[in-house]
């Protein structure tokens, strides 16, 4: 049973406009969820996070928001460059006892178009 | 110099061959992982480890086993590959949890293929 989903396989934005990447989750325990960007033929690298404890984080370009309520979260770009063209992944931090891992979501392909 | 390295990155075999793909880390982590990728399922979690005398399954560790040598070595070993194992597999490693979020950093991974 996937409990982190990323619902749009792909992505296609004009460059300059807003590209919003979404995520869901089912796993109402999850305390800390990150955003990871992968450019072919590297790793993940980290991009933005936040706490269950915020609804809203906020990294330049890059704006995460979350709705516990609706156990949704969203990752906002603006504005959307070309060099953004990747993979995202969302994932959710289990926390127990200070044993942390990570759930991934499937991951959105976005193309920003020159 | 990358921080979190992998090798092979690239390695073909053959079903029912054994394999290791090594992992290593220059961060000073404690906690160091495996991840296998497949299109369309993101990346799946096959064993962790939190310190060098503690080893966890993760999500699909059937078919994989792991050895941390050291704190900064961990290597992933497939004992009779199958083709079902074909993936991208990441190692990545994450500093002790101290209550707030833990980045963790990823290496370039390495492409498998079992025929």
């Known amino acids: 049973d996937q409990q982190v989903k990323q619902n749009s396989p792909s992505l296609s934005v004009q460059e300059g406009r807003i590209s919003i990447l979404n995520c869901d989750y089912t796993n109402s325990m999850f305390d800390y969820f990150l955003w990871y960007k992968k450019y072919p033929a590297e790793g993940p690298t980290f991009l933005i996070s936040?706490?269950?404890?915020?609804d809203k984080n906020e990294d330049g370009r890059f704006t995460v928001f979350l709705n516990k309520s609706a156990k949704h979260l969203s990752l906002h770009i603006v504005p959307s460059q070309p060099g953004d063209s990747a993979v995202y992944f969302c994932a959710a931090s289990v926390g127990t006892s200070g044993t942390y891992k990570y759930i991934f979501g499937t991951g959105t392909r976005l193309k920003v178009l020159a | 110099d990358a921080d979190v390295t992998q090798t092979p990155r690239n390695r073909i075999t053959k079903t029912g061959k054994r394999i290791m793909l090594e992992c290593s880390q220059t961060k000073g982590h404690d906690r160091m992982y495996w991840y296998r990728q497949d299109p369309g399922l993101g990346l799946q979690l096959i064993y962790y480890?939190?310190?060098?005398?503690?080893?966890n399954k993760g999500e699909i560790s059937d078919g994989y086993s792991v050895s941390r040598q050291a704190q900064a070595k961990f290597s992933l070993s497939l004992e009779s590959a199958i083709p079902n194992q074909t993936a991208l597999y990441f190692c990545a490693t994450s500093d002790r949890a101290g209550g707030s979020i833990n980045e963790q950093f990823f290496g370039p991974g390495t492409r498998l293929t079992v025929l």
């Open positions: 480890s939190f310190d060098v005398k503690d080893i």
């Open positions: 936040i706490s269950s404890i915020k």
